[in-house]
Nanobody, 124 residues
């Protein structure tokens, strides 16, 4: 069983930055692939980025490439999402998720564990 808790969301102006954190419980964290998803009001939850258990493989959704960076610290059971050059269309609830396959996966159905989400609002 893994519990995930996100933090770091908030209100920021367009062009600004935020760093989201995801704290994970459990001894097997280093074996999990970790992802970030987001859900805007009235829309489906969508893939943002993911990192393999080893950290060697990473994928980004096209609209965040060059602006967002995922990282993880297996010693601290933490995953981070650095978000720069934020745009109003980045406004959403951001979720941290873990998959037990340890892979970079973009389909939310492959993730067994989810955090409660943290709100990110970007004003224009």
């Amino acid at each position: 069983q893994v519990q995930l808790v996100e933090s770091g969301g908030g209100l920021v102006q367009a062009g600004g930055s935020l760093r989201l954190s995801c704290a994970a419980s459990g001894r097997a964290f280093s074996s999990y692939g970790m992802g970030w998803f987001r859900q805007a009001p009235g829309k489906e939850r969508r893939f943002v980025t993911a990192m393999a258990s080893t950290g060697g493989n990473i994928a980004y959704e096209d609209s965040v490439k060059g602006r967002f960076t995922i990282s993880r610290d297996n010693a601290k059971n933490m995953v981070y999402l650095q978000m720069n050059s934020l745009k109003p269309e980045d406004t959403a609830v951001y979720f941290c998720a873990a998959n037990t396959r340890g892979l970079v996966l973009s389909n939310s159905r492959n993730y067994a564990y989810w955090g409660q989400g943290t709100q990110v609002t970007v004003s224009s």
